[in-house]
């Protein structure tokens, strides 16, 4: 860790003395850097042309345990603003703001834009980061970032506030329609053989849950006691879905539809974001509307 700091003051020094303080892009355009997809969906949504915004998680890429490059670093300390998520996932950002010693960097880290949920990893609580699977929170880190867009480009805040309202109105198009499936059933539990990122939006939406890992354990296997448990659920209820995560190992879930017949679909929380949907230019409403389809049948 000594070693990464190090590397990371001194890549700021480099950037500082070079003359790169400056964060304005060539073009006149703000430059904003967020950690990864749901950041900078809704980062894009608000700035629209007004901005050029990097993503330092590639596409498909696993925020747990990322470790930037050196570009990620400079881009960091030469940007106009920094979002991340916040909490234990994105330490690694701290470190970077830590070692940038750059004060008048604007940062929005999101989970501090909404009420967050107590998550339990093994025998640790802690706060879930998971935060913009719930479409109501989406809507509040979409104005949080209208908010400190217009604070740092003041003469664009109309454009910003325009904006922002018609993404939110997709938001809560969206919120309306998976509440309109949600609502009118007399199923209320979801079956994950997979991990379980999707805390807010269960609460949102009144759901429940079991899953083969607690919340987004880092076990890498599934207890074969847990399963057994899935297995016997999923018979006793009719459960006719077993979701997996989006770019996710599916052996658990196949295991349990050979045992029950259900079917395996994937659930999407935009945890992460295949290549050819961020090529496409999928946005978050995009993809969490695929779930809408998926949740009239799980909840059938």
Same mark, same amino acid.
């Given at each position: 860790?000594?070693?990464?700091?190090?590397?990371?003051?001194?890549?700021?020094?480099?950037?500082?003395?070079?003359?790169?303080?400056?964060?304005?892009?060539?073009?006149?355009?703000?430059?904003?850097?967020?950690?990864?997809?749901?950041?900078?969906?809704?980062?894009?949504?608000?700035? #629209?042309?007004?901005?050029?915004?990097?993503?330092?998680?590639?596409?498909? #890429?696993? !925020?747990?345990?990322?470790?930037?490059?050196?570009?990620?670093?400079?881009?960091?300390?030469?940007?106009?603003?920094?979002?991340? %998520?916040?909490?234990?996932? %994105?330490?690694?950002?701290?470190?970077?703001?830590?070692?940038?010693?750059?004060?008048?960097?604007?940062?929005?880290?999101?989970?501090?834009?909404?009420?967050?949920?107590?998550?339990?990893?093994?025998?640790?609580?802690?706060?879930?980061?998971?935060?913009?699977?719930?479409?109501?929170?989406?809507?509040?880190?979409?104005?949080?970032?209208?908010?400190?867009?217009?604070?740092?480009?003041?003469?664009?805040?109309? !454009?910003?506030?325009?904006?922002?309202?018609?993404?939110?109105?997709?938001?809560?198009?969206?919120?309306?329609?998976?509440?309109?499936? %949600?609502?009118?059933?007399?199923?209320?539990?979801?079956?994950?053989?997979?991990?379980?990122?999707?805390?807010?939006?269960?609460?949102? /939406?009144?759901?429940?849950?079991?899953?083969?890992?607690?919340?987004?354990?880092?076990?890498?296997?599934?207890?074969?006691?847990?399963?057994?448990?899935?297995?016997?659920?999923?018979?006793?209820?009719?459960?006719?879905?077993? /979701?997996?995560?989006?770019?996710?190992?599916?052996?658990?879930?196949?295991?349990?539809?050979?045992?029950? #017949?259900?079917?395996?679909?994937?659930?999407?929380?935009?945890?992460?974001?295949?290549?050819?949907?961020?090529?496409?230019?999928?946005?978050?409403?995009?993809?969490?509307?695929?779930?809408?389809?998926?949740?009239?049948?799980?909840?059938?």
């Amino acid at each position: 860790m000594k070693k990464i700091l190090c590397l990371f003051m001194a890549l700021f020094m480099i950037v500082s003395l070079a003359g790169c303080s400056e964060s304005a892009t060539e073009n006149n355009k703000l430059s904003i850097v967020t950690a990864s997809f749901p950041e900078y969906d809704f980062a894009r949504a608000v700035a #629209g042309n007004l901005a050029e915004i990097k993503m330092l998680i590639p596409p498909a #890429g696993e !925020v747990h345990g990322y470790e930037p490059t050196v570009s990620d670093v400079k881009a960091v300390g030469s940007c106009d603003l920094f979002i991340y %998520t916040g909490g234990e996932s %994105t330490a690694w950002a701290e470190d970077i703001l830590s070692s940038a010693n750059k004060p008048e960097l604007s940062t929005i880290a999101t989970i501090e834009c909404v009420d967050n949920l107590i998550s339990e990893d093994g025998h640790k609580a802690k706060a879930d980061e998971h935060i913009w699977t719930s479409p109501q929170n989406a809507i509040l880190i979409v104005k949080a970032i209208e908010a400190k867009l217009s604070e740092i480009s003041p003469e664009n805040k109309t !454009v910003f506030e325009t904006n922002s309202k018609a993404y939110c109105e997709k938001l809560y198009e969206l919120d309306k329609n998976i509440r309109t499936v %949600t609502q009118n059933t007399d199923k209320d539990t979801l079956v994950f053989g997979d991990r379980f990122p999707l805390a807010y939006f269960a609460e949102s /939406f009144s759901l429940k849950h079991k899953s083969a890992f607690s919340g987004c354990s880092e076990d890498t296997e599934a207890s074969a006691s847990a399963i057994a448990d899935l297995i016997d659920f999923v018979k006793e209820n009719n459960i006719p879905v077993v /979701f997996v995560n989006e770019l996710s190992n599916t052996s658990i879930a196949e295991q349990i539809a050979n045992e029950t #017949g259900a079917q395996v679909m994937t659930f999407y929380s935009c945890h992460k974001i295949s290549k050819d949907d961020f090529e496409n230019n999928q946005t978050y409403v995009d993809i969490m509307s695929r779930n809408i389809e998926s949740l009239k049948l799980a909840l059938k």
